[in-house]
């Protein structure tokens, strides 16, 4: 049961992982420094519970504003460059953040043990949860609670102007121009809200996990996190949300006896989705598809009422 | 309304405009017209701001809009529509109106209520200029999906829900069949009618000859010829631009 809670943790924070990087993605920037955003949550969230003694609460919120206002600094350089070469600036930015933790060393004596983050060695005794007698299912609901706010959050974005704009950015930049859209705020917005979701899953990934360190945010992570909104499509936070499940779920732990091969299906299967669903999981097409059924079920004297007769 | 003063663009050695001068008065339909690669296409994109001029100013209303940003010209009135039709295709019909109606209607509103709340007041106005597009019956379908024809009505209906005093049509008949176009040039009417100012570039002669109340004629960037459509149709210099110059016998 506990491998199931755990799994369920996992699949909690990568979500939030993938939909900062999903709200980046809608502009159509491909942005690998979400890693970098989650690395900032969790190391601020983590220095004020252990260091400050702050609630966690009011931690992983901080951590959120820290790493969206960093996201919103390196949103204005950032994105006046476009395609390749803003991957290559937003990964030596996650990279430069990874080595600024690998050199980030802050410990403070607490009677006979010195806590903080002690460089390369990272980060220990984060025991927020241990020391307030949280269960696994405490932190396991209080994880979901905020992916289903900020599932909730951007679903309704989704359906409002700022998510068409946002899409239509993504489209096509110099028509959104035409249109009236300042594609640069709404792109800096975009990697701000980013950066924020990227933080607040920061903090709780550091409280969970416990003990936290450099090389668990590098290239890796940050692929992972594009990857699943890669995966998912990008008509529906759902569909991130599937990805991760299958990702995490079923690539990572389901094929475990696969050991250090599994990666390489990994890269496989983006390339096979890719190929068969360019657009993702869930596509405009699909979600098309099920609102079509919805109504034609719902109309009267369809097949099924007429069948009933 | 609109004015351009000794406008230029250079791509690197090519003169793409070189000097222009051109007057569009309010109310008038405007057409520009002129060989391939005469600079019509780039007079737009300067106006609407795509790319900045190499030298001269743009004037709308005597006010000088040639630093403007692009988006911010289209808050002050000027809308366009593209040569190569450029919508978002992943957005529906509805959505695509949605996002442009943005630029002017709803400044009026808190930035909460215009971003993040529905659709609400913005479908009435949208609805209308559907109906007056014809894709009253597509409104859900996504613009990539639709038609050419269609494509062209919604970029069309796009480039009007901003509520544009300017407006800038970029080879709006290209590629379309002649009911299409007569469709087109009813359209243009009323637009005029409701007091739009509209500059026409065009390669149909019949259409732009039909729909201006002026013509200005462009050769390698140049202006070689304005007058009425009269005028520049009995033009030497527009003849032989078009037509070649006649090898003396």
Not at chain 1, 280 to 306: C, F, H, S, W, Y
């Amino acid at each position: 049961m506990d491998f199931y809670l755990g799994l369920a943790q996992i699949v909690g924070v990568h979500t939030l992982l993938g939909l900062s990087a999903y709200c980046v993605l809608l502009t159509g920037q491909v942005s690998l420094a979400q890693a970098g955003f989650f690395a900032i949550g969790a190391y601020v969230a983590a220095m004020l519970t252990v260091l400050a003694g702050w609630h966690i609460a009011p931690a992983i919120a901080a951590a959120s504003f820290v790493a969206g206002a960093i996201a919103c600094a390196i949103g204005f350089p950032a994105l006046r460059v476009k395609g390749l070469m803003l991957v290559v600036a937003t990964l030596a930015f996650g990279e430069a953040v990874r080595l600024f933790f690998f050199n980030f060393d802050y410990q403070v004596a607490r009677g006979e043990v010195k806590i903080g983050p002690a460089g390369g060695e990272g980060f220990r005794q984060i025991r927020f949860f241990p020391e307030h007698g949280w269960s696994t299912l405490d932190v396991l609901m209080f994880i979901w609670l905020f992916v289903a706010l900020v599932m909730a959050a951007l679903w309704w974005m989704d359906r409002s102007r700022a998510g068409a704009v946002l899409r239509a950015v993504g489209e096509d930049e110099v028509a959104a121009q035409s249109a009236g859209i300042n594609v640069t705020a709404v792109k800096v917005a975009a990697m701000t809200v980013g950066g924020f979701i990227a933080g607040l899953g920061g903090g709780i990934f550091a409280h969970y996990t416990a003990h936290i360190e450099h090389a668990q945010f590098g290239v890796a992570l940050a692929t992972f996190a594009i990857a699943y909104p890669i995966l998912g499509g990008l008509s529906s936070v759902f569909g991130t949300l599937i990805a991760v499940i299958f990702v995490q779920g079923f690539l990572i732990e389901g094929l475990r006896f696969l050991g250090d091969w599994r990666n390489l299906l990994f890269g496989a299967l983006i390339l096979l989705a890719m190929n068969v669903r360019p657009r993702g999981l869930i596509d405009a097409a699909t979600i098309a598809a099920v609102k079509r059924m919805r109504i034609r079920n719902r109309e009267p004297g369809n097949a099924r009422t007429q069948g009933a007769e | 309304m609109l004015e351009l003063k000794g406008l230029s663009k250079h791509f690197g050695g090519v003169r793409a405009v070189d000097g222009l001068d051109l007057n569009v008065p309010q109310g008038e339909v405007f057409g520009l017209i002129g060989p391939n690669g005469s600079g019509k296409s780039t007079v737009v994109n300067l106006v609407c701001g795509l790319f900045p001029v190499t030298a001269g100013l743009v004037l709308l209303r005597n006010e000088d809009i040639t630093e403007l940003a692009s988006h911010m010209r289209v808050v002050r009135g000027v809308t366009r529509t593209f040569q190569n039709i450029r919508l978002f295709g992943q957005l529906s019909v509805w959505q695509n109106l949605w996002v442009a109606q943005n630029a002017i209607e709803h400044r009026s509103e808190g930035f909460l209520r215009r971003w993040l709340g529905g659709p609400g007041r913005a479908r009435a106005e949208i609805d209308r200029i559907l109906e007056f597009s014809d894709l009253s019956g597509k409104r859900d379908e996504l613009a990539g999906n639709l038609a050419f024809g269609e494509q062209r009505r919604l970029e069309l209906a796009r480039a009007i829900v901003a509520r544009p005093a300017l407006l800038l049509l970029d080879e709006p008949a290209a590629g379309m069949n002649a009911e299409e176009i007569d469709q087109l040039d009813a359209r243009i009417r009323k637009l005029k009618q409701d007091g739009l100012t509209v500059l026409l570039i065009e390669h149909h002669m019949e259409l732009v000859m039909a729909v201006t109340d002026r013509i200005a004629v462009l050769n390698f960037g140049q202006k070689i010829a304005e007058g009425t459509p009269d005028e520049v149709q009995t033009n030497r210099l527009v003849q032989e631009a078009y037509l070649g110059v006649a090898e003396a016998a």
